[in-house]
């Protein structure tokens, strides 16, 4: 049976384990407001804001809950922090659910104001963590917990599920992408994860995926760094980081790494299966984060569009320090 009580529920656009996050407390919790965000101290700043506002007009207080968003600055944690504080003045609770690294300094300072809810271990998403505190037992949201396990850390199975990974990048590619992922989260939180309307979105991207593949794989450069064989290339927006680093993968068994970047600087940071590459370790170095096996940077750059070349100037300096 759902439970009555409110919740607010910011979590990560990007990908399936922040949407169905929110997916799972929906289907626990039938009075639950998704708000979808993306790190940036811009998208901080407006998370908080949006936790003042609907905690000031709600007639009941609830759970703000917070998945899928690490932290690895103070200066993104205070607005939360501060809208935190504001909303336990009207009663609310605060938990904040996540499976990135986290340093001790940032975890002692969120524990301040928040229930943090980090794994034990390095082997679950954050969708199983939302599960787990909200939802244990509940046989659909354990059924999205599964799928986003599946999807968030690549494993054999995600090749026989709805290509929804994909689908999210392209609604994100979108002028107005939030109606399109709103809709997924709504469809996971019944237990629906594939139907006819996103079959035909996803009929229409196919073309476009295969011309931006394409593109990609042209422009691919490969670079020896540090012994390592390194591939290169601009990531299009419209597609799937996973699935084009797998196809790099694929087509060039002598990669070892893969690093995809985009002309405003981010990066994203892929390592071949049985590898021993920390791709966390990579991502910190570029002020981010993630995991062994994918991670996230920002190469900050002075001109108007980041070039390969220097990408590879940076990852060299970074593989030399390790």
């Given at each position: 049976?759902?439970?009555?009580?409110?919740?607010?529920s910011l979590t990560h656009e990007q990908d399936v384990d922040g949407l169905f996050s929110s997916a799972i407390l929906k289907n626990a919790f039938p009075d639950t407001l998704v708000f979808l965000t993306n790190y940036g101290h811009k998208n901080v700043e407006r998370a908080a804001a949006a936790i003042k506002f609907n905690v000031a007009r709600s007639r009941k207080n609830g759970i703000i809950v917070i998945s899928d968003l690490g932290?690895?600055?103070?200066?993104?944690?205070?607005?939360?922090?501060d809208a935190a504080n504001n909303a336990r003045n009207y009663g609310w609770d605060f938990v904040w659910l996540d499976h990135h690294v986290w340093s001790e300094k940032i975890k002692r300072r969120v524990n301040s104001f928040a229930s943090l809810i980090l794994p034990n271990d390095k082997v679950k998403c954050t969708a199983e963590l939302v599960y787990e505190k909200f939802a244990n037992n509940r046989r659909t949201c354990e059924k999205i917990a599964k799928f986003a396990h599946i999807v968030d850390f690549r494993l054999q199975e995600v090749h026989k599920l709805p290509p929804l990974p994909e689908l999210i990048t392209y609604y994100r590619s979108m002028p107005n992408p939030y109606p399109k992922l709103q809709s997924i989260v709504n469809k996971a939180s019944k237990g629906i994860f594939w139907d006819d309307d996103l079959q035909e979105d996803f009929d229409q991207y196919l073309p476009l995926r295969e011309s931006a593949l394409f593109a990609a794989m042209k422009s691919l450069t490969i670079y020896n760094i540090c012994n390592y064989k390194v591939a290169i290339t601009e990531s299009p927006r419209i597609i799937s980081k996973s699935i084009l680093s797998e196809k790099i993968f694929v087509e060039k068994p002598e990669v070892n790494l893969v690093i995809l970047f985009a002309p405003d600087g981010k990066v994203s940071i892929r390592r071949r299966p049985g590898s021993d590459i920390k791709c966390d370790v990579i991502g910190r170095k570029l002020n981010g984060g993630g995991h062994n096996h994918a991670a996230a940077g920002l190469i900050k750059n002075s001109s108007e569009s980041l070039q390969i070349g220097q990408v590879a100037q940076e990852l060299e300096i970074i593989l030399r320090n390790l």
């Open positions: 049976m759902a439970n009555t009580k409110r919740i607010l932290a690895d600055d103070v200066q993104d944690i205070e607005p939360i922090e």
